[in-house]
């Protein structure tokens, strides 16, 4: 992949971005309001549209997030902890991931918020690449860190996460809680279904992932729960390069995978190589049959 000029410096961040409309400490999101079943009472509610209209809100976060990525270009999403603080080993790691993935021409998606987000936005930012942060809506303070420079701000989870795989060639997941897991297991089942082929998942951090993999080593497997070649969709590196490596080798050979799909076919011919076309080759077609006269 052509790498981006190093040199090529973006001007100092601004400081990082509170975003009150995104913060309710004592009113409920958009996600709870969509998920609430309304109370035990048996009648519908009032206004028994409101599910319905809000189907629009939900719809134009959809055309906000695909009309601001349409042209990212190949990118990687990097999750991991937002209580990860800056002097912890697992963020220098996280930013200079970032940066060695600009270098190999790619963009970074993180949440935008901060801990390991801040650092991947922090090292793509500072490498002169794309830094993109998906924020979202929380009932407590939440805000975008300083290193974002394609904010994007998402009132709903499932939105959210469509974009983090849509425009992302794969996954690094550093240690993180439950949202971290959350997407994690989200791409691991996308990718065991069969809705995405062909897209790595790096696990950062292999003492921290060490109990997890064991037990679904140990306990999914035995079960029958998962099969042996699951057990395939993701690998484990404690190496910034290592993580990079991997994903641009694969980024690779699928772009040659893709170009050969859609090479055209070509037979040799008495004028030279042309291709073969859906009709057998240079065969014309059959003149249309004249109707008979009465």
Known sequence: MKRKDKAQRRPEPEPAVPLPELSRPDLE?????????????????????????????????????????????????????????????????????????????????????????????????????????????LPFEQGMNAYVRIPINFRYFFVRKTMFMKYAEAFIIFPGGFGTMDELFEALTLIQTGKVRDFPVVLF??????????????????????????????????????????????????????ARQTAPRMRKTSVGERP???????????PPRRKKSD
């Not at 076309?277 to 065969?283: A, K």
Request: proline share 5%; aromatic share 8%; with cysteine.
């Open 29 to 137: 999101t958009e996600d709870e309001r969509l998920l609430s079943r309304g109370g035990e009472a048996p009648a519908p509610p009032a206004d028994i549209a409101t599910d319905a209209w809000r189907v629009f809100r939900i719809m134009g976060e959809f055309v906000e997030g695909f009309d601001t990525l349409a042209r990212l270009g190949p990118a990687v999403s990097i999750f991991g902890s937002a209580r990860t603080k800056p002097d912890e080993l697992h963020y220098r790691e996280a930013e200079q991931t970032a940066a060695l993935l600009v270098e190999a021409g790619f963009a970074v998606i993180t949440g935008g918020g901060p801990g390991i987000m801040e650092a991947a936005n922090k090292g793509a930012d500072e490498a002169g690449g794309e830094s993109v942060g998906c924020n979202i809506e």
């Open 205 to 258: 951090g292999s003492a921290y992932w060490k109990g997890l993999l064991e037990w679904v080593r140990d306990t999914l497997l035995p079960e029958g729960k998962i099969a042996d070649v699951d057990l395939d969709l993701f690998t484990v590196t404690d190496s910034p390069a290592e993580a990079v490596r991997r994903i641009v080798e694969r980024y690779d050979a699928n772009v040659a995978k893709a």
């Open 276 to 286: 073969v076309t859906g009709r057998g080759g240079f065969r014309r077609p059959k």
